[in-house]
């Protein structure tokens, strides 16, 4: 059970960390960027969706339980 709690962690950091940089793009873009802000902004929220909706899955039950 613990392992796919960690399984979770690992798309749910990076998914954020990614979501977040792409999101202070789009809001902060300059110059010949602006261009894509729409596509920053769009990357973001998604990343940031999917890293979310991962916590959401419920976990397995185990096949095998142990009957005390």
């Given at each position: ?57 419920p ?6 339980p142990?009957?005390?």
């Amino acid at each position: 059970m613990s392992l796919n709690r960690t399984a979770k962690g690992i798309v749910l950091v990076p998914s954020l960390l990614l979501g977040g940089a792409f999101l202070a793009a789009g809001v902060w873009s300059d110059g010949p960027a602006a261009s894509n802000k729409g596509l920053a902004l769009t990357l973001g929220g998604v990343l940031m969706a999917a890293g979310l909706l991962a916590q959401l899955l419920p976990e397995s039950v185990p096949e095998n339980p142990d009957q005390d």
